[in-house]
């Protein structure tokens, strides 16, 4: 059984970020042989310093690393997160838990409101912004979605005419389409619907499971938007971060 490993016990105040980090990067080998999947540089820095970053400046200060694949390598380079200004916890899985198993593990730790993010993808959206929707909408969840040319690689998420999701990540051959950019405002009471101790899928299983009895809602964004999580797309991010954040 997976244990806990908060060092620096946060305060349970503000909207916290879950970082979903704990994957083995396999289409990324060999360069994943050496970093965890976020971990890997781009320009000399790692690809989860810019997000972390990029969050900070929207107003998200605090951060649960959930990780299992070299989870060493993250506590090593950010300790508490004090250097980059904000608050940073890790949760160590023994076993890999799946993206919502790894949340069901630090729901002591979550408040009413609270932001997921996968630490391999960079969407440009305003989370207060979000948050402000989600809240209006009064539902449990809200994901984030990106139009997209050829979306089979993601899956679509289909929609109603006010924003509900009616079906999601489904493998649709299409021209145009939504498809999750892998960030997520959700409230507590979706973790009851992830059973503890294993390995749950959110996208697989939670979400598609409870969209006949809960509200969620898509939030579309124009914004930039990559996903290294193929070499390709690794590369791309590393030509295209000037421009992203105009360095």
């Not at 305060?11 to 999947?37: E, F, N």
Request: charged share 25%.
């Amino acid at each position: 059984m997976a244990t806990l490993n908060f060092r620096y016990p946060l305060p349970k105040s503000g909207t916290k970020a879950v970082v979903l980090a704990g994957g083995l990067g396999t289409r990324l080998r060999p360069i994943t042989y050496l970093y965890p999947k976020p971990m890997v540089p781009v320009r000399g820095k790692p690809f989860l310093e810019y997000l972390i970053c990029f969050l900070k400046n929207q107003g998200i200060s605090e951060f649960i690393l959930c990780l299992h694949y070299m989870a060493e390598k993250f506590s090593e380079y950010f300790g508490d997160g004090s250097k980059f200004g904000v608050a940073i916890e890790y949760s160590i899985e023994e076993e890999p838990l799946g993206t919502a198993g790894a949340i069901k593990k630090v729901e002591d730790y979550l408040n009413s409101s609270f932001l997921v993010l996968n630490g391999d993808t960079y969407v440009d959206l305003n989370p207060q912004e979000m948050l402000k929707n989600h809240r209006e909408n009064k539902n449990v969840g809200t994901v984030a979605l990106i139009e997209m040319k050829d979306p089979f690689r993601y899956g679509v998420v289909k929609l109603s005419e006010d924003r509900r999701i009616t079906s999601f990540s489904e493998k649709v051959s299409t021209a145009m389409g939504y498809v999750n950019a892998g960030v997520y405002i959700f409230e507590k009471s979706i973790l009851e619907y992830i059973p503890k101790n294993r390995q749950v899928s959110l996208e697989k299983e939670v979400i598609p499971h409870i969209l006949c009895k809960e509200r969620i809602y898509g939030f579309i964004t124009k914004g930039y938007f990559i996903d290294i999580g193929v070499p390709e797309d690794y590369h791309r991010f590393e030509r295209e971060i000037v421009k992203v954040f105009h360095e």
